[in-house]
């Protein structure tokens, strides 16, 4: 495998009277992975997803993306970090050595002032796990490539607890299983949120932060899913971002962490001067 590892895990803290669990970011080298438990995504079914090969002196990194405009691209700030560039690929749900679908866009941004990290975004803990890329040349918006629409400012105070959500991406299918080229996406729960903080080191869940359950590690999102879309079922609204595992593996039943979009309609808006 080419590059580094760039897989890191949070440092385990144990309360006095229970262990709760530390995050893990999920970044992986190379495109050529999929989601836990997924199903196949056909042309146009997921036309705001994009795949992102970051990279810098030292190697390559895979992560996932939305666009939320035809010239901006919102995906995580542990994807972003530390890139000098990125690679965009939109429109296409196959990538690797498959190459990509004929309707697929390609862009590239090579100046890292362009990648716009939430400003009190905290690696240790994930906090803020939130950031933007410009792109020199906007997408041509179509069937296969398109925006996403992003959450209402009336849900502001909204956790969407029970809510069926999907989530997509060509992350691992596993912790050690084979891999796939093809996108895939897998539907799933939002948790309680009070359960979720209970779960996780003392500080990770955040109102910025929403979780899934992932049916004892059925369903989950894994390395190479990094700053993927999580959208509500019934009207395909981005609510979330994914950010983190538990460090005890994708399958290991643990909820999933997602950032939660709708916390930061502010932020998009001073970056983009979207009307959000």
Request: proline letters at 4%; one cysteine or more.
């Amino acid at each position: 495998m080419k590059g580094f590892i760039l897989l890191s895990a949070l440092l385990i803290v144990a309360s006095a009277s229970v262990a709760r669990s530390p995050a893990a970011r999920l970044k992986d080298l190379l495109p050529e992975s999929r989601i836990v438990g997924g199903s196949p995504a056909y042309e146009g079914e997921f036309n705001y997803q994009v795949g992102l090969s970051f990279y810098n002196g030292n190697g390559y990194w895979w992560c996932g993306g939305s666009i939320i405009h035809e010239k901006w691209v919102l995906t995580a700030a542990h994807c972003s970090e530390g890139a000098t560039g990125v690679e965009v690929i939109a429109g296409t749900i196959y990538v690797g050595s498959a190459g990509y679908d004929s309707n697929a866009q390609i862009r590239h941004v090579n100046d890292s002032s362009k990648f716009y990290i939430h400003h009190d975004y905290n690696p240790v803990n994930l906090n803020n796990d939130i950031s933007l890329i410009e792109l020199d040349t906007p997408f041509n918006l179509d069937f296969y490539v398109c925006t996403v629409p992003l959450p209402g400012r009336n849900e502001i105070n909204e956790f969407y607890e029970k809510k069926h959500v999907i989530a997509s991406g060509w992350g691992k299918t596993g912790d050690n299983r084979p891999t796939s080229n093809r996108l895939l996406y897998t539907d799933m729960h939002v948790l309680n949120h009070q359960e979720c903080k209970n779960y996780y080191v003392a500080g990770t869940v955040t109102d910025g932060v929403i979780c899934t359950f992932t049916e004892y590690g059925i369903r989950s999102t894994c390395q190479g899913d990094s700053g993927g879309p999580l959208v509500l079922d019934f009207n395909k609204h981005l609510i979330g971002i994914v950010s983190f595992v538990s460090t005890a593996g994708c399958q290991s039943g643990a909820p999933d962490g997602f950032t939660r979009v709708v916390y930061y309609l502010d932020w998009i808006k001073e970056i983009t001067g979207m009307n959000v």
